[in-house]
């Protein structure tokens, strides 16, 4: 079945610092990668996405790239902020399966000192 | 724009007490809906989705149902909570192709 694995957290980094969270996928077909955002006490919020290979998401100062060769996803910021603190998941649909249900890797949570 | 509503947002409630969570999309028609729940420090669990009125699927075995009484409804219930029912309950919809967007959730203590 399909799958999704994210780094392991806690992530602690400094303000300014460079953030990379990886995300590895298994599915067969042609899925489409999010990346969620949860800050604390509140719902998820979908920060980008990308539906083919190659396609680079971006939002908020956040990239992702899918890479169908290594079958990763990998989140990036060149910046972080205090604000950017929050558990962030990786998730893949196929749409072709017939439903939409998402596959969520289990989150890292990420923490940015000032 | 389309939004989503959950309310309660926070509910404590005794063991065995029944349980109704409800959860309304606005701006947008035939929605697929989708309840999770998030226990604490933990990933999220699907418990059930819906493709349409009436049209419930659910994932795992337990003692919450869910239902779809109008089109952007989504009605999550229990007859009798268990203490291992506490956690983070969310709603989410979706249009396909586009993915998924979730509501603010429901915190769900069982004591």
């Known amino acids: 079945g399909d799958s999704v694995t994210q780094m392991e957290g806690p992530v602690t980094l400094s303000e300014e610092a460079f953030l990379t969270i990886n995300c590895t996928y298994t599915?067969?077909?042609?899925?489409?990668l999010f990346w969620y955002v949860q800050y604390p006490g509140e719902g998820l919020q979908l920060l980008l996405k990308?539906?083919?290979?190659?396609d680079k998401g971006s939002n908020k100062g956040f990239e992702a790239t899918y890479r169908k060769e290594t079958t990763s996803f990998h989140l990036e910021k060149g910046s972080v902020q205090v604000s950017d603190s929050a558990v962030y998941f990786c998730?893949?649909?196929?749409?072709?399966?017939?439903?939409?249900?998402?596959?969520f890797g289990t989150g890292t949570r990420l923490t940015i000192i000032p | 724009s389309q939004t989503i509503h959950q309310w309660p947002a926070t509910l404590v409630q005794p063991v065995g007490s029944p349980l109704s969570l409800e959860c309304t999309v606005e701006g947008t028609s035939n929605p697929n809906l989708y309840w999770y729940r998030q226990a604490a420090g933990r990933g999220l669990q699907l418990l059930f989705y819906s493709v349409g009125i009436g049209q419930i699927s659910s994932e795992v075995p337990q003692n919450l149902s869910a239902s779809r009484p109008q089109d952007r409804q989504f009605i999550l219930s229990s007859k009798k909570l268990l203490l291992s029912d506490s956690g983070f309950y969310l709603c989410a919809w979706s249009v396909q192709g586009w993915g998924q967007y979730f509501g603010p959730g429901t915190r769900l203590t069982v004591t």
């Open positions: 599915a067969t077909g042609y899925p489409s």
């Open positions: 990308a539906t083919k290979a190659d």
């Open positions: 998730a893949l649909i196929r749409f072709n399966s017939g439903n939409e249900k998402l596959t």
